[in-house]
């Protein structure tokens, strides 16, 4: 037994009382269509029974953490979850200080450093031994203290550049923006004051004007205003800017006397406590630091160089290209017989081909965390984790190959069998064959989703499940069916970038044939998303001079242009499915109309989760309460009062066909269907949901734990509900991302439809059998960042199938026959 986790009689969620035993030790892949249980499986049974056992046997109270429906688990090792959710929002954060590489960086910096005189301008050598006294510069004898590894943190008050504290950037306010300086305050020319607001300001702009006798008039034009009159208006009665006029005067008490805030004063308010999601947050400007040029470090720190490179500038080149540095330092220093980095250079190279393997070298050590996509993020996790040489750990890991090219795929397979080869067992939800061709075992979920899922349709090595009838992933793999191209031939118009020259784009000219499939492909880092969503997207019709090209030609031949990205749908715990496609409004309705609610004079409103009225208050109509657990992330548990219903009893005791509104939002789109077959609109939304393949989520589903797949698939759905007029320009950002192999063939149903109707999409992807099954393609590359940004290949999938220098193009070959 002591070989396998031992799983008995699992009903949490859709699982339908399964008993499985997981083989420790290996390399194990869940699949199964998208919805049928894989993720309840492995985060939800097995992350949170280790999460309560750990609490357990430490002696702390696992109360809060509640027990997964199943009978019994044996055998769990401690786990570690690599999710896809980037959880780290902190705009300090950057790859080189989330992986550690920028520390080792810093400390090489500080050791090896060559600097200027402060004085004379004079390089001064590093210094022979550690903790020398101050240095001499050998030319004008000026002293000066030693560097340390936090001169070099753009983190640290030492090494952070004062202007913008190491941010790289300022925000300021678009004072031009604000102010209509033509124009009296009555006139609007506070450009986002109005109505009866303006009438507000004014009344206590007079009164601060009497109380320091300077003339406040709302019907005076602000270009005749005086330096004092500004001070007020712009910095409020409270601020230095204004005061030093009257220093002897006691600035007015309340708003009534003359309590005036001031323009801008307040502007900065509202930014810092909303976090820069102001109402007015749109008048604020971010512009690189106009004294370190966006280095972040101190002047100094940032002129130190190390074989001829500043800190800085190696934060900017890729991984590929920072690798070929380290490689070329760690020799020099090994031919001169110098031992002194010899573990932080050898350490540092180990870290940065792990992240190159995981199909990650076109980041760069300052790339910013936020902007990571969760592939991105959990393999650079993944690449990290590989050096802490753990064992006897359980694994988690959630769909990892997730926006990576099929030629990464490799690298990221081989991190994970060295994860197993350590002692570890790693267990892996994904859908790419590729991985589960690799997997030692593989466990398959299904049938279907939702209530149609929830088994072990199948489980065993590739060729064991092969052989079973009832594994559809079996099935699939065994027919090899794979999508084949219509070969449309589009309708005559063309788009075209000319020149494109955006981040790393080398001059590119590309053609997008209008009323066809068009597939943008190419490694990660290859610039397709800079021409699709940079470029593209980002263009108005009637414009002519566009940043980052010569010019866009064509796109009087489209009437909407629609962008459907990954990018989070909302983190909003209360924002779910059915809020955001705007299924439960008229739900809400439905109920309010029933005799049952008539009686009780419960309105439309007294079934909102989201009003006081109908919903539980204990709640606040959410089903959880937090509970702090300490040095722990907060814990949501079942509410005790609702019992996680979000309504009071009298709410609940309305029924539509025998569900009331909280059972709504436990059920699934796709369960739902029947209920609505005289509510032609709702059922048309529902159906819509289900082509999309989301009909598995649930109506209650958070729009925070939603994959950047479902939530684009979500966003989809809901632009595909709206009536569109003419030929639609679809962009879609890696649509097939979360899908099992059935399901995207079901997506390229979807998505003929949509061309078929008359419509061009264009999307950015990597599923091999999506861009085969495309008209035309645009493949990018060759490789990523600085090796990347050339138009590698342009036509058919068989055209592209033929070009030698195509990464994509090798992968396309099979589907040639």
Known sequence: MKDFIHIQGARENNLKNITLDIPKHKLVVVTGPSGS???????????????????????????????????????????????????????????????????YLRLVFQKKGVRRCNHCDTLIPPPVVDNADPILCPECKHTHAPLTKSDFSFNTPDGACPTCSGL????????????????????????????????????????????????????QSLNTYSEVQWDMLLYGVEAEEFTRHFPDVTPPKTVTKGKFEGVLTAMWRRYKEKEGQSSDSSLFLTQTCHDCGGERLNKESRRVTVEGETLPGLSILSLDEFCIWINRVQTKYQQEGDTLLETVLHDLLIKVNRIIHVGLGYLSLDRNTVTLSGGEAQRLRLASILGSGLTGV???????????????TDGLVHIMKQLRDLGNTVLVIEHDERVIQEADHVIDVGPGAGRFGGEIVGQGTLAELMSQPDSGTGRYLKANDKLASKERKGNGDLISIHEATLHNLQNVTVTFPLGSLIAVSGVSGSGKSSLVFDLLANTDQGKVNIPGCR????????????????????????????????LFTPLRKIFAALPEAKVRGLKDKSFSFNTAGGRCERCEGLGQVSVDMHFLS?????????????????????????????????????????????HKKMLKLLELLCEVGLGYLQWGQSLPTLSGGEGQRLKLARELSKS????????LDEPSTGLHPLDVHNLHVLLSKLVDAGNTVIMVEHNTDLIAASDWVIDMGPGGGTAGGQLVASGTPREVALVKESFTGAFLVPYMV
């Open 394 to 408: 359980l694994y988690l890991l959630d769909e990892p190959t997730s926006g990576l090219h099929p030629k990464d």
């Open 551 to 582: 010019t866009i030609t064509g796109l009087d031949a489209i009437n909407n242009m629609i962008t459907v990205d990954q990018s989070p749908l909302s983190r909003m715990q209360r924002s779910n499915v059915s809020t955001y496609i705007d």
């Open 724 to 731: 569109a007029m003419g030929h639609t320009l679809y962009l």
């Open 634 to 678: 907060h814990l949501q548990v079942e509410c005790p009062e609702c019992h996680g219903k979000r309504f009071k009893e009298e709410v609940l005791a309305v029924t539509y066909e025998g569900y009331t509104i909280s059972d709504f939002l436990e059920l699934s789109i796709e369960e739902s269907v029947p209920l609505f077959m005289k």
């Open 168 to 219: 790289g950037n300022v925000v300021d306010i678009n004072i031009d923006a604000v102010f209509d300086k033509e124009k009296s305050i009555r006139e609007g020319s506070v450009t986002f004051w109005n109505g009866m607001f303006i009438d507000y300001q004014i009344a206590i702009l007079e009164a601060a004007g009497k109380h320091y006798g300077v003339p406040m008039s709302g019907d």
């Open 37 to 103: 249980g894989k993720s309840t499986l492995a985060m939800d049974i097995l992350q949170r029974e280790c999460q309560r056992q750990y609490m357990e046997s430490s002696g702390l109270s696992a109360e809060s953490i509640q027990k997964p429906k199943v009978d019994s688990i044996v055998g769990l090792s401690p786990s570690i979850s690599v999710g896809q959710h980037v959880t780290n929002r902190n705009p300090r954060s950057t790859v080189g200080t989330v992986t550690d590489m920028y520390t």
